[in-house]
């Protein structure tokens, strides 16, 4: 196999994926910072947890905190001994939730990571469908790699 007929297949294969490559580096992006799950007074749209259930799970589907499970009351008590004492006591501040200054920098750069992904995936499109002989077959090429996995998503 000579070099041009490996470019030409490392094109093909690209433009296929590149819609997958797509979704998942920004739905990736958007669950760094945990944008598709409820926490205190956030409730996520719910497109974020659908596509967050397609990242993760593979279904086009409302995370659990919308299945219909009823909340627990406000007034139960948390988990503890059998006397109803918190499990970790004196444990009640919300610092306790908050990330390291570490943590917060690695999330920083995966978020960098997944955007400049995008980013390049977007410009490998626009080059192969720009940059070829045969842009009909780019063309089908991107558009069976977007419509593939929605079809099967339905199923």
Not at 6 to 20: E, K, N
Not at 53 to 78: F, I, N, R, T, W
Not at 87 to 92: C, E, F, N, V
Not at 114 to 135: F, I
């Amino acid at each position: 196999m000579n070099t041009i007929t490996i470019r030409r297949w490392h094109s093909y294969i690209g433009l296929f994926m590149a819609p997958s490559v797509l979704l998942f580096a920004l739905t990736g992006a958007l669950q760094i910072f945990n944008l598709h799950e409820a926490h205190g007074a956030y409730k996520p749209p719910p497109i974020l947890e659908k596509l967050s259930s397609v990242h993760k799970d593979q279904v086009y589907a409302l995370g659990h905190h919308h299945d219909g499970a009823p909340e627990p009351p406000a007034d139960s008590q948390p988990p503890g001994d059998a006397a109803g004492t918190p499990a970790a006591a004196g444990t009640a501040d919300d610092d306790d939730d908050k990330p390291s200054l570490a943590t917060l920098a690695l999330k920083v750069f995966f978020l960098l990571v997944a955007l400049c992904l995008a980013l390049s995936t977007a410009l490998g499109l626009w080059m192969g469908l720009t940059q070829t002989r045969h842009r009909r077959l780019g063309w089908v090429l991107v558009i069976a790699g977007a419509l593939i996995p929605a079809v099967l998503l339905l199923f």
